[in-house]
């Protein structure tokens, strides 16, 4: 049994800061590389950050360098996405998943999704 459950997302301004929040439970997924995707209204699921176990690499889509930080809490078996200078074009429901399969920031490598939370940016 596996349970991915996010958290943290809300109604913001322009150029504010948000952080969410994720904790994947069970077995199967310790140790596993966890990842952030987005999906805006009425477009498709988008990469936005990756992290590996061991916290020592990460990885970003262009559109959100410099701007958003994922770090995680391994005893916790949590994941974060600390987002600064939000945007409009930022708003989506943000998804939580475990890489279970290898390359970074395709889809059908995580095999594990949260519910998602929504994040809205106006402007």
């Known amino acids: 049994q596996v349970q991915v459950v996010e958290s943290g997302g809300g109604l913001v301004q322009t150029g504010d800061s948000l952080t969410l929040s994720c904790t994947a439970s069970?077995?199967?997924?310790?140790?596993?590389?966890m990842g952030w995707f987005r999906q805006p209204p009425g477009k498709e699921r988008e990469f936005v950050a990756q992290i590996m176990w061991s916290g020592n690499y990460t990885f970003y889509a262009d559109s959100v360098k410099g701007r958003f930080t994922i770090s995680k809490d391994n005893a916790k078996n949590t994941v974060y996405l600390q987002m600064r200078s939000l945007k409009p074009e930022d708003t989506a429901v943000y998804y939580c998943?475990?890489?279970?399969?290898?390359?970074?920031?395709?889809?059908?490598?995580?095999?594990?999704w949260g519910q998602g939370t929504q994040v809205t940016v106006s402007s």
């Open positions: 998943a475990v890489n279970t399969r290898g390359i970074v920031g395709r889809p059908t490598s995580y095999d594990y």
């Open positions: 069970g077995r199967t997924v310790t140790n596993a590389p």
